[in-house]
């Protein structure tokens, strides 16, 4: 996908996007996009480079095999994103505002810090996870987690990179995050093979499945045949206007009440 357009702006959730790890493969080359907010959610890449410039761009439970991430922005949002492998080298150019990076893990991801004078590549970060002796983004305020050896995944029913729940390692990032799962928008969401859901706990930090039943399909609690992440459409575990309840029964989203005329109200002629 490549934009030259001043006004183009991306919103993609749920996508799988796959290129060969060559040299101009690129998911997204997007130069001169303007300054219209973007944002990526609960997606998969694998291979090749995502460029943007300058943009104003978000990334939340994000997925990156083996992806070269990098450009120059306005602002830049990383939120519950896996790095594994490949590179990030992402500025900030001057006059910016912001560039957070918070609940990621980056699994021997080659982190440039630094860069031309026109921009800065100081990410504001804190609470990700790291694998011992490869690069980590610098001004953090703390709260990373450090594994001691390349972490162990396991396979489930919708990917390969769920945690075990106490190896030492990847369990460590179990209730580790920087905020609660409720505003990470991940209730209805897993790090684990036991497909328990973040609910209402401090968030794990990484990627994040959708909770899955014992047959594999996404957990519809009210069996009314909407899975829980698409009723609770914010992720926040609360039933909120617009959305139909996706821990109550029988809940079709549409409640009307008749207040006029009045039961035994005698009609006017």
Known sequence: MSYGSTNASAQCTFTAWSVLGTAGADHVYWRNGGYNPSWFAHNQFGGGGFFTYPGLTAFTNCLWERVSLSGLSQQIYLYNNLFRGGTLNYGILNG????????????????????????????????????????????????????????????????????????????????????????????????????????????????????????????????DGIPDYLSDSNGNGSVDSGEIGWNLTGDLGLKVLITRPRNGDVPQP
């Open 96 to 223: 910016g505002n912001n560039a957070l990076a918070y609940d990621n893990l980056f699994d021997r991801t080659s982190i440039i810090n630094g860069g031309p004078p026109t921009y800065t590549n100081v990410f504001v970060s804190g609470y990700n996870g790291y694998v011992t002796n490869y690069p980590t983004l610098t001004n953090s305020s703390g709260h990373d987690r450090v594994l001691t050896n390349s972490p162990l995944y396991q396979t489930s029913y919708l990917g390969n990179y769920y945690y075990p729940t106490n190896d030492g390692m990847l369990s460590t990032l179990i209730d580790a995050g920087s905020r609660w799962a409720t505003n990470a928008g991940l209730y209805q969401f897993t790090t684990t093979t036991n497909q328990v859901k973040e609910g209402a706990t401090m968030v794990d930090i990484g990627f994040h499945y959708v909770a899955v039943d014992s047959n594999g399909n996404p957990i519809d609690t009210n069996g």
